[in-house]
């Protein structure tokens, strides 16, 4: 049987808040609460009032520790087929593969990940140094759902596979990303003025990141049940406009290996658990180019004085696209995510280099 996400976990039902609520109490003491941080001189500049949600900050650099150690933890607790958990495999550009990694660690789990040749480097190397085996395929030639099949058969009985976004406990994990944003926000303290009194925000946009749609669907989880009011959009890379695409049709439409250098969002489709919790809470998506990511990332480094890796622009890059078009008025409150950090300096240097 193919252990591809979409078959192994199409047998279970979707996630719900609840779920969500209950990966919060799992990974508390392990998960970082991560900042919401602001930028007067943004908020100056698009006339909008922006929040963002700093997963760069986070355990590991970016939110995948959330779902990841979640869903080795619900395996650990409840054995879905008898057997004893004896590892873990996956698949993974980078942060996820660094988050089953760490993740395996902590639970005393030995944990298996299949990443491209090309994945960066500094995300190769974290992998490896939490612990976990790696094993090398070619994402431009080769199908990593194969190739993970493949693995699978070498490792012991009760070695499970945790996809990076279509498993429920994965999703569910992810959406604390939004529960702690919609409960920071309800009693806000942050301003430019400390004489400021605490206030309750609601947020009418939301925007995230789209690689395979876990945070997304989890986050959208979160913000039907606090904030229904709040609007959720999704950003992907012009390259790979595969979800925006699966929306429009009403299908999942697979595409070739994105070649964008958002590598976190370099998938073909999103994932069969994902994609009904998109239709029914996701209200837009909209794609940005590799040259308005790298924009951002000069944004965040000369002022917000943060490292934010390629696909973790696409929310503020999403945010200002919809802003210029109109799409957002002006006065609005917008939460934007961040995905993650993870970039060597190397690259990131010669990318803002180029922008």
């Not at 990511?293 to 696909?311: C, H, N, Y």
Request: proline share 4%; glycine share 10%.
């Amino acid at each position: 049987m193919s252990v591809s996400a979409s078959k192994e976990s199409s047998h279970q039902d979707l996630p719900t808040y609840t779920d969500v609520l209950s990966a919060a109490q799992t990974i508390a003491n392990v998960a970082y609460r991560t900042p919401l941080q602001t930028s007067r001189i943004l908020d100056s500049q698009l006339s909008v009032r922006v929040f963002f949600k700093c997963e760069n900050l986070q355990r590991m650099g970016a939110f995948k520790i959330r779902g990841a150690y979640n869903a080795i933890s619900h395996y650990l607790s409840h054995s879905d087929t008898g057997d004893k958990l004896t590892g873990v495999l996956t698949y993974s550009s980078g942060n996820h593969a660094q988050a089953i990694a760490l993740s395996g660690g902590l639970l005393n789990v030995p944990t298996t990940i299949i990443m491209p040749k090309d994945a960066p480097p500094l995300k190769l190397e974290a992998t490896k140094s939490y612990g976990g085996n790696v094993v090398f395929y070619d994402r431009y030639t080769e199908k990593r759902d194969e190739v993970a099949m493949k693995v699978k058969e070498t490792l012991p009985k009760g070695t499970v596979f945790i996809p990076p976004y279509d498993h429920k406990y994965v999703i569910a994990g992810q959406g604390t990303v939004g529960t702690e944003v919609f409960e920071d926000l309800k009693c806000w303290k942050g301003t430019y003025n400390h004489a400021a009194k605490e206030e309750s925000i609601t947020l009418d946009y939301l925007f995230v990141c789209v690689g395979g749609g876990g945070l997304i669907a989890g986050i959208s989880l979160a913000a039907a049940a606090i904030s229904p009011n709040t609007k959720i959009i999704g950003v992907e890379p012009e390259a790979g406009n595969d979800a925006q695409q699966s929306l429009q049709q009403g299908k999942i439409i697979t595409i070739e290996t994105p070649r964008t250098i958002a590598d976190g969002a370099q998938t073909q489709h999103l994932g069969e658990l994902v994609f009904p919790i998109m239709q029914r809470n996701v209200s837009k998506i909209v794609t940005v180019t590799d040259k308005e990511l790298v924009q951002d990332m000069k944004f965040f480094g000369e002022t917000m004085k943060i490292i934010v890796e390629p696909t973790g622009c696409l929310g503020l890059a999403g945010l200002r696209k919809m802003v210029d078009s109109g799409e957002v008025p002006k006065g609005s409150c917008c939460g934007v995510v961040i995905s993650g950090g993870n970039v060597d300096l190397e690259r990131y240097c010669r990318l803002i280099s180029s922008g």
